[in-house]
């Protein structure tokens, strides 16, 4: 069974960082495609960023990149968005996806959309404010 539980939100200051954590099991995470989204109230979720598998690239939305940081560690299951000098427009809900196509992110060229990933964690929520 593929599960995917996100931690390591919270609320922080402008400026200040917060690692995301994505622990999965049920699925060897070489052979999938990540994602993190992240939606706020009354927004539609988006795409913050994406990994593929080992060597196959990363991807970043223009509002993160320089920011954010994603990676992978295969070999205690877990993938993280390293988050630095946040905002308070980064204030939502982060949720990781992942999808059994392990080139999808490099392939599409960017973070495909989010009904493209069958498996969601619950989120975890980060609030920006000052």
């Known amino acids: 069974q593929v599960q995917l539980v996100e931690s390591g939100g919270g609320l922080v200051q402008p400026g200040d960082s917060l690692r995301l954590s994505c622990a999965h099991s049920?699925?060897?995470?070489?052979?999938?495609?990540i994602g993190w989204f992240r939606q706020a109230p009354g927004k539609e979720r988006e795409g913050v960023s994406c990994i593929s598998s080992t060597g196959g690239g990363t991807y970043y939305a223009d509002s993160v990149k320089g920011r954010f940081t994603i990676s992978r560690d295969n070999a205690n299951n877990t993938v993280y968005l390293q988050m630095n000098s946040l905002k308070p427009e980064d204030t939502a809900v982060y949720y990781c996806?992942?999808?059994?196509?392990?080139?999808?992110?490099?392939?599409?060229?960017?973070?495909?959309?989010?009904?493209?990933?069958?498996?969601w964690g619950q989120g975890t929520q980060v609030t920006v404010s000052s």
């Open positions: 996806a992942a999808e059994y196509r392990a080139l999808m992110c490099r392939i599409v060229g960017g973070i495909p959309p989010p009904n493209e990933y069958t498996y």
């Open positions: 049920g699925f060897t995470l070489d052979y999938y495609a």
